[in-house]
């Protein structure tokens, strides 16, 4: 539950146990949140962090295969999942998370597969400079990462 505490000029109060200045800031219901609570907003902030940066790669390439537009549409609603379900926990929206992230591991396994394969498309095929200035391998591998710590986080508590 969010609390707003509203502070006075006059010396201290006791919150929680602790005698504390009135003039220090308390963030707005951060107090005491749980850990896999914050992790869960993290996560999903770091979604959102994922869809620019996929968003720019696949528009580089200008989209030339559908399943580029896979982490595109779907980093975005598993971000804004995760970030509503750290400020409501509502039973539909946790399995509904349950599913998402599950495709979400899949998807990027299949993402670095296919990344895989694009380097090796590349000129020259499986050199050390296709690596380089080829499909990132290790962003999809990261959405599947991202996707497992968000349903450890899910179930944690």
């Known amino acids: ?61 200008n989209f030339r295969h559908w399943s580029m537009w896979i982490p595109v549409i779907a980093t975005p609603v598993f971000g804004l999942c995760l970030i ?7 039973t539909w929206l946790l399995n509904l998370l349950t599913v998402l992230l599950s495709v979400g591991i899949l998807a990027g396994i299949l993402g670095t597969i296919m990344h895989i394969r694009g380097v090796g498309e590349r000129v020259g095929g ?11 391998l290790t962003l999809p591998a990261m959405v599947s990462a991202v996707s497992l710590l968000g349903l450890i986080a899910l179930y944690w508590g």
């Not at 509503?84 to 509502?90: D, G, L, N, R």
């Not at 499986?126 to 990132?136: H, K, S, V």
């Open 1 to 61: 539950m969010l609390r707003i505490l509203v502070f006075h000029s006059r010396n201290t109060e006791v919150i929680n146990n602790r005698q504390m200045d009135k003039r220090t800031v308390i963030a707005l219901g951060w107090n005491g949140w749980p850990l896999d609570r914050v992790m869960i907003l993290a996560m999903g902030l770091l979604f959102l962090v994922i869809f620019v940066q996929v968003t720019l790669f696949h528009y580089r390439q």
């Open 84 to 90: 509503v379900f750290s400020f409501c926990k509502a």
């Open 126 to 136: 499986y050199e050390l400079r296709n690596f380089m200035i080829g499909p990132p």
